[in-house]
């Protein structure tokens, strides 16, 4: 799809704007909310993103274990236990869904191609590897012929 000279000349206007309204809210959060300031030294996180943060936190004291804080905002996964049964199902998307949805695009960026090389990076891949290897362990489990060797070819399991 082509703009055009004043489809463009918008689209920088409008960009420009952006970035000035950027740089409001970080002035007017730098005297109103100094806290978030540890959030912003992180790469991809935005002003934006970490005054959503401290705001829905509000008192970091309430929790006392950082682990408690996932399922403040719901990302915690589903459960469905029956008949002795217990799968950990998708996670529920209950909670503050802005800040989720915020929270998800900074991880996507740093974990991205475009992301820097830093530690929160490294265990982020790390994590996701482990996640990898335990689907593959679950889905054995699930196809017992997945584990023989003379099982037939995959797609005769249907």
Same mark, same amino acid.
């Given at each position: ?12 206007a409008?960009g420009?704007?952006?970035?000035? /309204? ?8 730098? %005297? ?9 030294s ?25 682990r ?18 217990d799968?950990?199902l ?13 929270l998800?695009?900074? %991880? ?9 090389d830093?530690d929160l ?6 994590? %996701? ?13 699930? /196809? ?15």
């Amino acid at each position: 799809m082509r703009l055009g000279f004043w489809g463009s000349m918008v689209v920088a206007a409008l960009g420009l704007q952006i970035h000035s /309204y950027h740089r409001q809210i970080d002035a007017l959060c730098q %005297a109103k909310y100094p806290d978030r300031q540890r959030l912003r030294s992180i790469h991809g996180v935005g002003p934006i993103t970490a005054l959503a943060f401290v705001l829905t936190l509000e008192n970091p004291r309430r929790f006392e274990k950082s682990r408690e804080f996932g399922p403040a905002l719901g990302l915690v996964p589903r459960r469905d236990q029956s008949d002795g049964q217990d799968p950990l199902l998708h996670i529920a998307k209950t909670g503050n869904t802005y800040l989720r949805r915020l929270l998800v695009g900074c %991880a996507q960026y740093i974990l991205g191609p475009f992301g820097p090389d830093c530690d929160l990076r490294r265990l982020g891949l790390q994590l %996701a590897d482990r996640m990898k290897e335990c689907q593959v362990e679950i889905c054995r489990g699930c /196809y017992p012929e997945a584990r023989r060797r003379d099982s037939p070819d995959p797609k005769d399991w249907r």
